[in-house]
């Protein structure tokens, strides 16, 4: 069974060659003084690769938001129905889930670096085909469909490829930090991209938002390009990524309980505890008096911007060694964010509970992130981060039905409490019931 430390492996790995794509393990760092130990903690960033890879997700984590944007406003323009934009939510949903856990077993196959130039490319393509049909007036839902299906399998595709190679580009006593880095700046792009593109709308127009993602995938392409070679390990050289591929990597998962136990933290927090679905009637009736306009944007801004504070004052906790700790922790946190949220009669107590979620949320991706790359094999890291995927993707939509279910049974605010309270119960319970997650440490 497998022991709460880095396997022999993962220690070879962090110490080999830079050409083999790993970086080498630095000789240790003096701990960090003053301001610092509260600052965000950007020793990965002194690694020319990590660096590349990071900087192409600032211009991305911005363009991909605006297309997020665009595609639900163009499909409202032509249909003038909401429905017909939960259906094209759902063509996007589904080739995602599909490609992700396919795209987690090519990713153990092959040179993850080409993987990575060739689904970014494919990425690009699907934008300047937005804009095409944008400036051309085709008005096609179907066809906007088509186009939104083949962006999500590539981001399937891509996703479990850039987040496995994270471990083979920065040393294990590094990966929170890492993390910490990457979520932070997509935390910024959803707070900023929404907001950007409904600036951008009424100047220049939905086919120029679409260009503009294009032309920022091209610097993503260029920084991956200039990434180190990122071959398979070991045996994987010879396998192929195929069904039975898909089916070990959930095995493995079932071995190994602190991988398990890492991914059922994620689907209680999100299921259990995340009340998006609730926040326009939240909105309009228990925190009307100060509009519902502001009230749901504030509602839906709170959390990320919770987490991008979070993320720019990780150095308080990037450094910590018991990373299962700090999961069952944030979990915890995260609940009582939520309950304490779901109390609040007042907007801005609540907008308060949810930035304090949004933190808790920060902590708990970033060390669930690093046990998935330290607490497997690098010949397993791209299924994992493929599961990894599926679960961050589908557990807010679970979500989603539970909590409008709940809050039409129960009453909004008791939905929310109640969810919170059963994170908190249900996290305590797991971390009681098995203990291979509070031993996990590096």
């Known amino acids: 069974m497998y022991r709460a430390t880095r396997t022999s492996v ?34 990965p960033l002194r690694i020319p690769a990590y660096r590349r890879l990071w900087s192409s997700t600032i211009v991305t984590a911005v363009g991909s ?53 060739v689904t970014n490319i494919g990425i690009a393509v699907t934008s300047l085909l937005f804009w095409a049909q944008a400036v051309t007036g085709l008005d096609s839902v179907p066809v906007l469909m088509i186009l939104l299906a083949a962006q999500q399998a ?66 993503t392409v260029w920084a991956v390009f200039r990434l180190p070679a990122l071959p398979p390990l070991g045996e994987a050289i010879a396998r192929r990524a195929g069904v039975r591929e898909i089916a070990a990597g959930f095995r493995y998962i079932a071995g190994h309980k602190v991988l398990l136990l890492s991914f059922l933290a994620d689907i209680v927090a999100m299921v259990f505890g995340m009340p998006r679905a609730l926040f326009p009637e939240l909105a309009a009736h228990t925190y009307g008096a100060w509009g519902s306009g502001l009230a749901l944007g504030l509602l839906f801004a709170a ?65 669930r992130g690093a046990i998935l790359l330290s607490a497997a094999t690098d010949e397993m890291r791209g299924r994992m981060q493929g599961v990894f995927t599926v679960v961050v993707a589908g557990g807010p939509r679970l979500a989603d039905v539970l909590h409008g279910t ?37």
Not at 195 to 200: D, E, F
Not at 329 to 354: D, E, K, M, T
Request: proline letters at 5%; a positive charge.
């Open 65 to 117: 938001q605006l297309t997020a944007v665009a595609v639900p406003k163009q499909i409202y323009d032509i249909t003038q129905s909401s429905a017909w934009v939960g259906y094209a939510s759902l063509a996007g949903l589904v080739p995602m889930v599909v490609f992700a856990l396919w795209g987690g077993a090519v990713a153990d196959t092959v040179d993850r670096r080409k993987l990575l130039l």
């Open 303 to 367: 959390i990320p911007v919770g987490s991008v504070l979070g993320g720019l004052f990780s150095g308080v906790f990037s450094r910590a060694r018991k990373h299962g700790w700090m999961v069952i922790g944030s979990v915890v946190g995260w609940g009582l964010a939520v309950v304490g949220f779901g109390l609040s009669g007042n907007l801005w107590v609540a907008v308060a509970f949810l930035a304090a979620g949004g933190v808790a949320d920060m902590v708990s991706m970033v060390f």
């Open 154 to 219: 590539f981001f399937g595709l891509n996703q479990p490829a850039r987040s496995a190679s994270v471990a083979r580009l920065v040393p294990a006593g590094e990966l929170p930090a890492a993390n910490a880095l990457g979520t932070t700046v997509m935390q910024t792009g959803l707070v900023a991209g929404p907001l950007l593109a409904g600036v951008l709308i009424p100047v220049i127009g939905l086919p120029e938002l679409y260009l503009i993602d294009a032309v920022a995938l091209t610097f």
């Open 10 to 43: 993962d220690t070879s790995e962090s110490s080999s060659t830079t050409e083999a794509g790993t970086a080498k393990t630095p000789g240790g760092d003096p701990p960090a003084r003053g301001w610092r130990r509260w600052a965000m903690d950007t020793r």
């Open 406 to 442: 709940a809050g039409s049974l129960f009453g909004t605010r008791a939905a929310v409490a109640g969810g919170g309270a059963l994170v908190v119960v249900v996290m305590l319970a797991l971390a009681a019931a098995m203990p291979a997650l509070r031993r996990y440490r590096i």
